[in-house]
């Protein structure tokens, strides 16, 4: 069974950056898409980033694109989220999560493996 493990959240001033890490235990995840979506308070959870299979194919939410990039190291089986010139309306709970079927979309509900989540934490 697979588990995932984010890490690398903490509190960043606007503008900075962060690099969040999702490692993943138990079978490994190297086939499988890998998802980062965030969570604010009194919000819906939702999608980030994306990448597939040997990062074939990435894919952002508008709201990142430019800012944040994506990509895996099968080897170490951990996925890396960039984030750059961060924002305060970045600030979030980052989940990562895992789709067996690799078809690395947007859609939470087609992510089978779900991590704890890790805070980031913005300031103005």
């Known amino acids: 069974q697979v588990q995932l493990v984010e890490s690398g959240g903490g509190l960043v001033q606007a503008g900075g950056s962060l690099r969040l890490s999702c490692a993943s235990s138990g079978r490994t995840v190297s086939r499988y898409a890998v998802g980062w979506f965030r969570q604010a308070p009194g919000k819906e959870r939702e999608f980030v980033a994306t990448?597939?299979?040997?990062?074939?194919?990435?894919y952002f939410a508008d709201s990142v694109k430019g800012r944040f990039t994506i990509s895996r190291d099968d080897a170490k089986n951990t996925v890396y989220l960039q984030m750059n010139s961060l924002k305060p309306e970045d600030t979030a709970v980052y989940f990562c999560?895992?789709?067996?079927?690799?078809?690395?979309?947007?859609?939470?509900?087609?992510?089978?493996?779900w991590g704890q989540g890790t805070q980031v934490t913005v300031s103005s």
């Open positions: 999560a895992a789709d067996q079927w690799n078809r690395g979309t947007r859609n939470r509900a087609q992510y089978d493996v």
């Open positions: 990448i597939t299979w040997s990062g074939v194919r990435t």
